[in-house]
T-cell receptor, first 116, second 113 residues
Framework: DTEVTQTPKHLVMGMTNKKSLKCEQHMGHRAMYWYKQKAKKPPELMFVYSYEKLSINESVPSRFSPECPNSSLLNLHLHALQPEDSALYLC???????????????FGQGTRLTVV | GQQLNQSPQSMFIQEGEDVSMNCTSS?????WLWYKQDPGEGPVLLIALYKAGELTSNGRLTAQFGTTRKDSFLNISASIPSDVGIYFC?????????????FGRGTQLTVWP
């Protein structure tokens, strides 16, 4: 099983709304990631969690707030977003090997977010 | 952040033709990954490479980890219409333990029947 599940698949929200994106994996992966992707561009890294601790924040605005409640779940809380935040938000996970570090990343199907 | 140099940017080919694309970096990488992405979907992992010189196949796909550790190649043989999509290379720098993946800009593949 190499499945990363993201919900919802589509989300439309107003600029004053608060919403959350959810991601789940049951592969025992200890590294989890949030990426943002605009059309026809590569994914851009937002956050990395390693062993449930935030290890990378790529200077993401505070209106995006990640949370890792346990080793299988990753959330992205959204508040006061702007229309330019509309994008495909991707979650990914990797196994972490002791001397090598993270291995290949498996992506979810993404959440298509539209901010109106 | 750093991006990989992926080429070509786009390819228009006839069904049955072979396809080659490559990715280069100015840094030494210890991992090379190749993904395919369909519109509105997440990237799907095609091939993962971990050793310099490694040549790995997945059906009609073959990828290689360059011996300099600064490049990788993906070949698709006998293309079919369902090969249409965007192909991304991605890699991790040697010594990176935090999991940051660097991505190429993608190769848009169009296959004519």
């Amino acid at each position: 099983d190499t499945e990363v599940t993201q919900t919802p698949k589509h989300l439309v929200m107003g600029m004053t709304n608060k919403k959350s994106l959810k991601c789940e994996q049951h592969m025992g992966h200890r590294a989890m990631y949030w990426y943002k992707q605009k059309a026809k561009k590569p994914p851009e890294l937002m956050f990395v969690y390693s062993y449930e601790k935030l290890s990378i924040n790529e200077s993401v605005p505070s209106r995006f707030s990640p949370e890792c409640p346990n080793s299988s779940l990753l959330n992205l809380h959204l508040h006061a977003l702007q229309p330019e935040d509309s994008a495909l938000y991707l979650c990914a996970s990797s196994q972490v090997l002791e001397k090598f570090g993270p291995t290949e990343a498996f992506f979810g199907q993404g959440t298509r977010l539209t901010v109106v | 952040g750093q991006q990989l140099n992926q080429s070509p940017q786009s390819m228009f080919i006839q069904e049955g033709e072979d396809v080659s694309m490559n990715c280069t970096s100015s840094s030494i990488f210890n991992t090379w990954l190749w993904y395919k992405q369909d519109p509105g979907e997440g990237p799907v992992l095609l091939i993962a490479l971990y050793k310099a010189g490694e040549l790995t196949s997945n059906g009609r796909l073959t990828a290689q980890f360059g011996t300099t550790r600064k490049d990788s190649f993906l070949n698709i043989s006998a293309s079919i219409p369902s090969d249409v999509g965007i192909y991304f290379c991605a890699g991790r720098r040697r010594g990176s333990t935090l999991g940051r993946l660097y991505f190429g800009r993608g190769t848009q593949l169009t296959v004519w029947p």
